[in-house]
């Protein structure tokens, strides 16, 4: 038996009919850019995780970047990120003109520590863009009262949490504003690029409104100067089904999560730590090894298929070579790199499956290789 890492066809099947009939009506509409099912995903999404506003765009890199912008943020300005993170959230910093500041995450949950955010700041500081990253939410309550206190602004990435909960509440509206994915490997995936930013904040919510389409709120009209990146409605469309599941399929992750938490104890690995304060909702399960690659390859052996949520740190990559950060500059991001690999996760993984990535799991851990980490 081959467990995929994830098996996107598997999510498109199960809900094919209402996928069909979703995107032929789009079709069917003669109305493709923007419209009624644009501005119904946007009520929809808002209402689920309880904002004022949601405003879908092209993807979640633009999410953020559009977001940095209404916010006004631009040239000489610093913007706090996490030193372990998915490189768009630095990228989105950087294509503002800002300069991304990264602080070190938590060892055990690995999201921004916020004990260590203060000590980052300076006169040029205007933002705090915490990542909830694999699904579990940062520490919002620390973050948000450091924000207060200094006057910045807090802008989320919310690309891998979907449906996560920080203290009982669906992130969303915590911060100032969530920059969110629906890339289709995302909890709520469309079916190609898409993305939407969520505010209780009326004035960031149009600005963003205004500069998703060209700077423009009236056709030929352009107020300042926007890009073109909007949410498809055929992407729209889709993302109105998937949002009905959205829980559902959460709550399958947090089973086969719950499952290897318990199976995998006493394997050498590093597993995950969710606080209790949190839901998360299993974007990626991650865990960490010293032998990481070693294990990779014994569980690609056996026709498991693994990710590394990421092999290279941001600031190591060539792409930030002139903020001039070296090898052990963030030695905790630098070992989560070295060491994470991330389980076959999703909502049709079976149970059966992940008693296959266990037992495979549990086969390294006695074998010579993985022998010594028990
Ligand atoms: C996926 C992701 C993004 C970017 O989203 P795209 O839709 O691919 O542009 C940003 N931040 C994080 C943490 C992500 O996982």
Same mark, same amino acid.
């Given at each position: 038996m081959n467990v995929p890492f994830l098996d996107l066809r598997a999510a498109y099947l199960e809900l094919k009919g209402e996928l069909d009939? $979703?995107?032929?009506?789009?079709?069917? /509409?003669? *109305?493709?850019?923007?419209?009624?099912?644009?501005? $119904?995903?946007?009520?929809?999404?808002?209402? %689920?995780?309880?904002?004022? #506003?949601?405003? +879908?765009v092209?993807? =979640?890199?633009?999410?953020?970047?559009? $977001?940095?912008?209404? !916010?006004?943020?631009?040239? +000489?300005?610093?913007?706090?990120?996490?030193?372990?993170? %998915? @490189?768009?959230? *630095?990228? $989105?910093?950087?294509?503002?003109?800002?300069?991304?500041?990264?602080?070190?995450?938590?060892?055990?949950?690995?999201?921004?520590?916020?004990?260590?955010?203060?000590?980052?700041?300076?006169?040029?500081?205007?933002?705090?863009?915490?990542? #909830?990253?694999?699904?579990?939410?940062?520490? !919002?309550?620390? @973050?948000?009262? @450091?924000?207060?206190?200094?006057?910045? *602004?807090?802008?989320?990435?919310?690309?891998? /949490?979907?449906?996560?909960?920080?203290?009982?509440?669906?992130?969303g509206h915590h911060g100032d504003a969530v920059a969110w994915s629906f890339y289709p490997g995302k909890n709520l995936g469309a079916l190609g690029d898409a993305g939407a930013v969520t505010t209780d904040n009326p004035e960031l919510a149009e600005r963003i409104r205004?500069?998703?389409? %060209?700077?423009?709120?009236?056709?030929?009209?352009?107020?300042?100067?926007?890009v073109n990146s909007r949410l498809d409605p055929i992407h729209a469309a889709a993302l109105r089904v998937k949002l009905k599941y959205l829980d559902l399929w959460n709550a399958r992750r947090q089973q086969i999560a719950g499952y290897y938490l318990e199976a995998l104890e006493g394997t050498g690995l590093t597993l995950p730590y969710p606080p209790e304060w949190a839901e998360h909702v299993w974007h990626i399960f991650a865990v960490l090894h010293p032998e990481r690659d070693l294990l990779q390859q014994h569980l690609q052996q056996q026709g498991i298929g693994t990710l590394i949520h990421y092999p290279i740190p941001p600031h190591l990559q060539a792409a930030y070579r002139?903020? =001039? %950060?070296?090898?052990?500059?963030?030695?905790? /991001?630098?070992? @989560? #790199?070295?060491?994470?690999?991330?389980?076959? !996760? +999703?909502?049709?993984?079976?149970?059966?499956?992940?008693?296959?990535?266990?037992?495979?799991?549990?086969?390294f851990a006695l074998s010579a290789r993985g022998a010594g980490f028990r």
């Open positions: 009939e $979703a995107v032929l009506r789009v079709l069917d /509409s003669g *109305w493709y850019i923007l419209g009624r099912e644009v501005e $119904a995903f946007e009520e929809e999404y808002a209402a %689920y995780v309880g904002a004022g #506003h949601c405003v +879908g092209a993807n =979640g890199l633009d999410a953020l970047i559009l $977001a940095l912008r209404a !916010m006004g943020i631009g040239p +000489g300005q610093e913007v706090i990120v996490p030193s372990n993170t %998915y @490189i768009a959230t *630095w990228l $989105a910093v950087s294509y503002v003109g800002a300069t991304p500041v990264p602080v070190e995450p938590d060892e055990k949950t690995y999201t921004l520590d916020p004990s260590r955010i203060e000590a980052a700041l300076t006169e040029r500081t205007r933002a705090i863009l915490p990542v #909830h990253l694999y699904g579990l939410p940062a520490d !919002m309550d620390p @973050i948000l009262e @450091i924000a207060r206190k200094h006057r910045l *602004w807090v802008l989320e990435d919310g690309a891998q /949490s979907q449906g996560a909960r920080y203290k009982g509440e669906r992130i205004v500069l998703r389409n %060209y700077g423009s709120r009236v056709k030929y009209v352009n107020e300042v100067q926007g002139e903020l =001039g %950060y070296g090898e052990g500059a963030f030695p905790i /991001s630098e070992r @989560i #790199h070295r060491q994470e690999l991330s389980l076959p !996760m +999703g909502p049709h993984l079976t149970q059966e499956q992940a008693e296959r990535v266990v037992e495979a799991v549990r086969n």
